[in-house]
């Protein structure tokens, strides 16, 4: 992992050396502050014959302005009063790739007229420059020659944000802080190849939420055979390494408060079992574990910013893989809510693994609502491609919630139908249904499997295939594994619960 900076707020305005940062709102001026600095006239000079404006995204910079600086930038932020927390993640991921190769950057963060940027702002620039410069490079031994700078490649030790608020500001990174680990905690797990993390070995990492101040429960094999959790126990048979499945409560609510519930689907590598998938691409099937990377990353975000609420993270970590021992089409598994269902493809596994674990969530735990998260379907990406995320839900508060959730954080979901005609689909001449319903509305019918294993409590399945892994570059993400649904679901249980 690249070092990722430091961040310092302080009130004293002091930039001798490295990058000297200023913003500048659409269609504003200056900073008055930047007045007294050195080369403060060459940058003037550059915003006008550059004919910046301070549109979002846009920056300028001047290189050696004097006074021992390598650069100052003035980072265009748009409007500031329409901005979300996502549009300054942006600023802060611009933040970073401008400075490039500085080791230490001072952000002056009043605007012209003496606007200031509020502490929840300036936290979340944190947290955007931050993320985007994480980087999985474990693996890379010659680092030097293989990173390029463009990409913001960890050169910057220190971010110092310069602002008279310096007690407001570090309680609100505090916070942010702990969401932005959160969300790199999940990519890791995203990132890292199917040989270094096993169900054991992520089940270990799960476990490291402990210091965080999570209880946390670990089922081995001989527990998940008396749980009777069939479906789960059906995938992993195909593999040498055994199942687990991880529990991780946190208690920051009312002792009575009944917890939230988030449920993830975390197979270690898909292989397509005996149903086996076509080689090219499968080495992106490592990232079958998103949906619960998310549930690790949104407990660690919850537990280390000390949440109000009581939460539940659950995931189900299995490799599927084919093998003598692995289960066929045609076989008849029993799952841990007694009800039997007719494998018809190995390659739909994840519902089979989703289906024990909101059995098991809604009896042990009977929390508030369950919403699981799963790279579930190849056609969701199809239907919704890399933009929104799949929601479905038995209950029309719930889905609001979640999608005023993804509005305000710009994890997006979109809401798709369930409904009995599309349930028919997956009865089984053979047992009481079939994992899966032939090729029309793919996802659909993967929603209504999961849909028979929850009773009476409010349910939310968002099927996260095309945005947890293989994701697109964002201004805070060098892409790949993102971390979604991380922001989401910790603005879920902020908006609502606490
Ligand atoms: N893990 C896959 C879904 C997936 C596909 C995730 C592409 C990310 C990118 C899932 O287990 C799967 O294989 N689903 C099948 C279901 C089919 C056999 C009914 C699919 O989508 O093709
Ligand atoms: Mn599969
Ligand atoms: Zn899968």
């Known amino acids: 992992m690249p070092k990722l900076p430091t961040i310092v707020f302080s009130k004293r305005f002091q930039a001798k050396q490295g990058t000297l940062a200023v913003f500048m709102a659409e269609n504003g001026e200056l900073p008055n502050s930047l007045q007294d600095v050195e080369g403060y006239e060459r940058v003037a000079e550059a915003v006008d014959i550059a004919t910046f404006k301070g549109a979002a995204g846009s920056h300028v910079s001047v290189v050696a302005p004097g006074g021992g600086l390598d650069r100052i930038v003035v980072l265009g932020i748009g409007k500031p009063d329409e901005a979300d927390e996502e549009a300054w993640l942006k600023v802060g991921g611009k933040l970073l790739i401008s400075a490039e190769k500085s080791s230490d950057v001072t952000v002056v963060t009043d605007l012209s007229d003496g606007v200031l940027l509020n502490a929840g702002q300036l936290a979340a620039i944190a947290a955007g420059a931050r993320l985007r410069a994480y980087d999985f490079d474990n693996y890379k031994t010659r680092k030097k020659a293989n990173n390029n700078n463009d990409e913001g490649n960890g050169d910057i030790s220190k971010i110092t944000f310069v602002t008279e608020d310096e007690s407001a500001a570090k309680k609100a990174w505090k916070s942010m802080d702990g969401i932005a680990d959160g969300i790199m905690f999940a990519r890791d797990l995203v990132n890292e190849p199917a040989n270094i993390l096993g169900p054991i070995e992520f089940a270990e990492r799960a ?89 690790c990353g949104v407990m660690h975000a919850l537990a280390a910013r000390k949440a109000k609420v009581n939460a539940v993270g659950i995931v189900g970590l299995v490799e599927n893989m084919p093998d003598g021992n692995a289960q066929r089409p045609g076989d008849i598994v029993t799952s841990r809510s007694g009800q039997t269902i007719e494998i018809i ?149 902020a908006n609502d619960y606490e």
């Open 207 to 295: 476990a490291g939420l402990e210091k965080l101040g999570c209880k946390i429960t670990i089922l081995d094999e001989k527990k998940l055979k008396s749980e009777k959790m069939g479906a789960l126990l059906g995938v992993a048979q195909g593999s040498s390494r055994p199942a687990r499945v991880a529990i991780m409560e946190w208690h920051g609510g009312k002792e009575k408060q009944k917890p939230v519930a988030f449920v993830g689907k975390g197979v270690v590598f898909d292989t397509g079992g005996i149903s086996i998938k076509p080689a090219g691409g499968m080495e992106d099937m490592k990232g079958d574990m998103g949906g619960a990377a998310a549930v």
């Open 345 to 493: 493809n190995t390659d739909a596994e994840g519902r089979l693994v989703l289906a024990d674990l909101l059995d098991y969530c809604e009896q042990k735990f009977k929390p508030q609502f369950m919403v699981n998260l799963a790279t579930l379907t190849g056609a969701v990406i199809i239907a919704l491609g890399k933009t929104h995320a799949g929601l479905f839900s038995n209950d029309d508060e719930l889905a609001n919630r979640l999608f005023k959730a993804g509005e305000d954080t710009k994890e997006l979901l979109w809401r798709l139908p369930l409904h009995k005609d599309y349930d028919k689909l997956i009865d089984s001449k053979f047992a009481d249904m079939k994992n899966t319903g032939g090729r029309n509305a793919g996802s659909i019918t993967a929603a209504q499997f999961l849909q028979r294993f929850v009773k009476d409590t409010p349910w939310a399945h968002l099927d996260v295939a095309g945005m947890a892994m293989a994701s697109t570059k964002t201004d805070y993400s060098k892409g790949w594994a993102s971390g979604f649904g991380v922001r989401l679901l910790n603005r879920l249980v």
